[in-house]
């Protein structure tokens, strides 16, 4: 086995919910935490500084579009990502994997790795396992991810058997190249809807050895009771002393109770581009804020929050950029979606300390009743 940069600070005695920390060359983030999506090296409509401002403790950025554009050389002129987007925190990058899986069209999988057209000019590309860590290299990412095969709902169980034997083979690979300068390589766990897969991906993870683990293929289209059974059965498999990661997951509701089971880290895209669409969080529930009922409404989005929109703006103005289409809502329904993420995850991390998990579970779905 790889380190682990995980360490166990204490769990919740109700459930398997734990809190600890992990160690990366540029910091250290506590657990259970979640990573605001930058895919292109900015998280969309605020800047690093409102970022941590937001208590965001580590973000994700992605190695497709990296390589993509402006391209992973360039950034390494530039010392890497994080000298790249102006922020001096960690930075998880994923593998490409899930853009091949949502570019297939455009994509051929073979044993070597996926040869696919740019979907910005059509040019021919090819990223295998190699290059997937030789561009993550270049990145300077803190934390990357080994490349996978993600596997669509539904898919027959050849189908998936199939994949996830390419993901365990391509992930022996990208250990092998794995840089020895401190960057930390975790490997995926894909299977499927199929508990037996999942078990013999884990199992397969687990030997080749990484710093992390994480569940992917998830949240593709299977209904929410699926896909939390594969996440209980699949967290339930990997190691205590590494971190766990779920990848591309999801709503408040998803973040609590995967929390629950024992997962330690997440990102999702949705509180970002739900703020671009109108939609805001809450605690009591989701406000979408075009609605006319908001039109002359002077409380703030969330009475029970304390972001720097919700201090200082009314659902009324919010409604009235976002009908106009003005940039500032971008940013102000952004900042607010953040900070409800963000602010969740410590007190998921507060509650496991004082071990009252079930309680903050109970008043967390009591409030949106």
Known sequence: MS????????????TR????????????????????????????GVTPAQLTELG??????????????????????????????GWDRPILTDSGGFQIFSLRDLAKTTE?????????????LFLGPEEAVAVQEALGSDIMMALDTCIPYPASYAEAEAATALTSRWAKRCRTVQ??????????????????LRTRSAEE???????????????????????????AHTAALLPEDYPRYLMGVGTPE??????????????CVMPTRNARNGMLFTTSGRVVIKNAQYSADQGPVDEDCDCYTCCNFSRAYLRHLYMAKEILSSTLNTIHNLHF????MADMRRAIEEDSFARFRGTFYGKRA
């Open 205 to 231: 993870m687990m030997e080749i050895g990484f710093n992390g683990y994480a569940i992917g293929g998830v949240s593709v289209g299977e209904p929410t009771a699926l896909m939390r059974e594969i996440t």
């Open 56 to 85: 965001a403790q580590i973000v994700l950025a992605n190695t497709y579009h990296m390589f993509v554009r402006p391209g992973h050389e360039l950034i390494r002129q530039f010392g890497g990502l994080h000298r790249f987007m």
């Open 3 to 14: 380190a682990s940069p995980f360490r166990l600070l204490c769990r919740s005695s109700e």
């Open 254 to 267: 998803d973040l609590v109770e995967s929390v629950a089971l024992g997962v330690d880290m997440f990102d």
């Open 341 to 344: 993420f963000t602010n969740l």
């Open 179 to 196: 840089p020895d300068n401190g960057q930390l390589l975790f490997g995926i766990v894909q299977g499927g809807m199929y508990p037996d």
């Open 112 to 124: 070597q790795g996926a040869t696919f057209q740019s979907h910005l000019d059509g040019s021919k």
């Open 17 to 44: 919910a734990r809190r600890g920390e992990v160690s990366t060359r540029h910091g250290t983030f506590q657990t259970p935490v979640f990573m605001p999506v930058g895919t292109q090296a900015t998280v969309k």
